[in-house]
T-cell receptor, first 113, second 110 residues
Framework: DGGITQSPKYLFRKEGQNVTLSCEQNLNHDAMYWYRQDPGQGLRLIYYSQIVNDFQKGDIAEGYSVSREKKESFPLTVTSAQKNPTAFYLC????????????FGPGTRLTVT | EDQVTQSPEALRLQEGESSSLNCSYTVSGLRGLFWYRQDPGKGPEFLFTLYSAGEEKEKERLKATLTKKESFLHITAPKPEDSATYLCAVRGLNDYKLSFGAGTTVTVRA
């Protein structure tokens, strides 16, 4: 079955530690995205990538980093510079030839204490 | 900057009680308006894409419509399994990304 996988589902870290969230897709989509979701707020875009080896900052990129070495993979690193990292993180992908409808993974809930 | 406002924030319905959710938007050249359903603790599930004013799409008890300034998601004779948060998003003319509203949480009681 084609789809997007994110791992782990739950992640706990101590303040000051960097953490990397995994996102893999087998939909053959060119574009991939990372969003953050907080209670009562819409999804906010962190980073996006239209093609391999290229990515752009979204609306809230500070304290985050990404890489896009393979078409299937778009990992997100939450660095210690992110002031409020506890949130629900969602990865999505879309085809550049299909109206950019985005399909989402199941999400990773990160808790930093 | 693209903006999306959804109302109401929350909607409580009795099973069978039809209602509508609103999504108002401002965007520089609409390239698509998207509706998603999200269950608690899960990723959003794609429902519909609308492209131009007057367009309508249906799926089971859901029907989405679009005007030049807003979209409506009509829920006809809802069932408890329709309980979820419904998200609206838009894509502008020169954007590869989507701008999302905060969502409407629908609770349907049996």
């Amino acid at each position: 079955d084609g789809g997007i996988t994110q791992s782990p589902k739950y992640l706990f870290r101590k303040e000051g530690q960097n953490v990397t969230l995994s996102c893999e897709q087998n939909l053959n989509h060119d574009a991939m995205y990372w969003y953050r979701q907080d209670p009562g707020q819409g999804l906010r875009l962190i980073y996006y990538s239209q093609i391999v080896n290229d990515f752009q900052k979204g609306d809230i990129a500070e304290g985050y980093s990404v890489s896009r070495e393979k078409k299937e993979s778009f990992p997100l690193t939450v660095t210690s510079a992110q002031k409020n990292p506890t949130a629900f993180y969602l990865c999505a992908s879309s085809s550049r030839t299909n109206s950019y409808e985005q399909y989402f993974g199941p999400g990773t809930r990160l808790t930093v204490t | 900057e693209d903006q999306v406002t959804q109302s109401p924030e929350a909607l409580r319905l009795q099973e069978g009680e039809s209602s509508s959710l609103n999504c108002s938007y401002t965007v520089s050249g609409l390239r698509g308006l998207f509706w998603y359903r999200q269950d608690p603790g899960k990723g959003p599930e794609f429902l519909f894409t609308l492209y131009s004013a007057g367009e309508e799409k249906e799926k089971e008890r859901l029907k989405a419509t679009l005007t030049k300034k807003e979209s409506f998601l009509h829920i006809t004779a809802p069932k408890p399994e329709d309980s979820a948060t419904y998200l609206c998003a838009v894509r502008g003319l020169n954007d590869y990304k989507l701008s999302f509203g905060a969502g409407t949480t629908v609770t349907v009681r049996a």
